[in-house]
């Protein structure tokens, strides 16, 4: 059961900070990373002006799109594309519109939002980027795809588990990690009050679906999750639980979440 103070306004947020044995409210806010965090997909920028062989060149249609990653991650080595470029590549691409200031909003706001990062990218590449823009202690945790560097100086991609969702890519199911990170939050008696769900893809929409009617969905306007989250509202209306805030610009997540914050803890 997620903790609920009613009626109670914006100064209560921070007397409560100060005052022996209180707690906060606090906010589970759920990030992904390509085309929400930042305004590219982080694989097509790695492999922007390279050259590649004819069957690497298109994202695979049916097969295991981390594995075809795997395969353009060591082509890209054996060019002689090193850690340190691909680095560069990731802290160079830039934020989505409005997101700076959706994460100065979060800072000044720590104490009452817990974020989290789950990206089907890599971990090489968000940690690179998170750190490159100063928002990387933001994050209580990242969820990604493993990425490492062997002995032959490749940066190397694997799955980040298996699952039996039908509806998600084989190497990753955001639904399962939401899901396993909030039951063992729950088993530290941290307790969230709403659940924020920022994203833009299709495999967002599978975790989005787990949200309850006091969480709110802010899928990106006009990309795959803001069309999936449309047609089940119109196949099923109610069966969408989460209210629904598209955004073109990540300040009107801001705004939202400034505005819940007036209303009431």
């Excluded at 109670?8 to 906060?24: D, Y």
């Excluded at 060591?74 to 340190?84: D, H, I, N, S």
């Excluded at 039951?183 to 008696?189: C, N, Y």
């Amino acid at each position: 059961m997620r903790r609920c103070c009613q009626g109670v306004g914006l100064p209560c947020l921070f007397k409560g900070v100060g005052m022996a044995g209180a707690r906060p409210p606090r906010f589970l806010l759920v990030f992904d990373f390509d085309e929400t965090i930042v305004d590219e997909n982080s694989d097509d920028s790695v492999v922007r002006g390279r050259a590649l062989p004819e069957p690497l060149r298109q994202s695979p249609r049916g097969g295991s799109y981390n594995e075809h990653m795997q395969r353009v991650l060591a082509c890209l080595g054996e060019q002689g594309v090193r850690p340190a470029d691909f680095r560069a590549v990731y802290e160079n691409i830039p934020l989505s519109p409005g997101m700076a200031e959706l994460f100065q909003f979060l800072s000044k706001h720590h104490e009452l939002f817990e974020l989290v990062l789950i990206s089907d990218a890599n971990m090489f590449g968000i940690e690179a980027k998170l750190r490159a823009a100063g928002v990387r202690s933001l994050f209580r945790k990242i969820f990604s795809n493993p990425a490492s560097i062997d002995r032959r100086g490749f940066l190397t991609l694997g799955p980040y588990h298996s699952h039996k969702c039908l509806e998600c890519p084989a190497n990753m199911c955001k639904r399962k990690i939401l899901s396993e990170y909030l039951a063992e939050r729950a088993r530290e008696d941290v307790e969230f009050q709403r659940v924020f769900y920022v994203g833009d893809g299709a495999n967002d929409f599978c975790p989005a679906g787990t949200l309850t009617a006091a969480d709110v969905a802010f899928p990106r306007k006009g990309y795959p999750m803001h069309r999936l989250i449309q047609e089940s509202q119109e196949k099923q209306p109610g069966a969408f639980q989460a209210a629904v805030v598209p955004w073109e610009s990540a300040a009107e997540v801001a705004r939202h979440l400034q505005e819940l914050l007036r209303r009431k803890c």
